[in-house]
């Protein structure tokens, strides 16, 4: 049986941190800055959790084993 492959896309953007819990990146912080606040641009810096509900997706593209 061949070993499942992990979505490539998938681990470009996500880290599984050693307590189990998975990391991303923001949204919205690629273009179109212009028009966006300093502070919204600030506070899209940074990672943050996945939430619990998008887990199970995120561990279906084999992110987490």
Known sequence: MPKMKTKSGAKKRFRVRPGGTVKRGQAFKRHILTKKSTKNK???????GVHDGDMGSIAKMSVIH
């Open 42 to 48: 600030r506070q899209l810096r940074g990672m943050v």
